[in-house]
């Protein structure tokens, strides 16, 4: 069983930036879509980034993309989220999860299979 361990998330100023990481606690990614989802008060989980097990290629929601940047660094088996020119509406749980029995990138939490506890990220204005 794989379990995603989020951590870099906090406080940050609108315009700012912050890195969030997710390891592997046990086993390995090797297997898994990755993605970031999150989660504000109030509000359904939704997508954020994702990179595929296949060919490493990454996929962006509209209202991150050209801000944040999802990386895997495959030799130590950590994923990141660099996050840029932040704004107090991306103010969310943030959260780390792993799709072994998709083939592709589904956009949906519902199909994914291992989640991490989440890390807070506000963006005050």
């Known amino acids: 069983q794989v379990k995603p361990v989020e951590s870099g998330g906090g406080l940050v100023q609108a315009g700012g930036s912050l890195r969030l990481s997710c390891t592997a606690s046990?086993?390995?990614?090797?297997?898994?879509?990755v993605a970031w989802f999150r989660q504000a008060p109030q509000k359904e989980r939704e997508f954020v980034a994702a990179i595929s097990r296949n060919n490493d290629d990454t996929y962006y929601s509209d209202s991150v993309k050209g801000r944040f940047t999802m990386a895997r660094v495959k030799f130590n088996n950590t994923l990141f989220l660099q996050m840029h020119n932040l704004e107090p509406e991306d103010t969310a749980v943030y959260y780390c999860?792993?799709?072994?029995?998709?083939?592709?990138?589904?956009?949906?939490?519902?199909?994914?299979?291992?989640w991490g506890q989440g890390t807070q990220v506000t963006v005050s204005s």
């Open positions: 046990e086993r390995t990614f090797i297997n898994c879509h």
């Open positions: 999860a792993c799709d072994v029995n998709d083939l592709y990138i589904d956009y949906d939490w519902h199909a994914w299979d291992y």
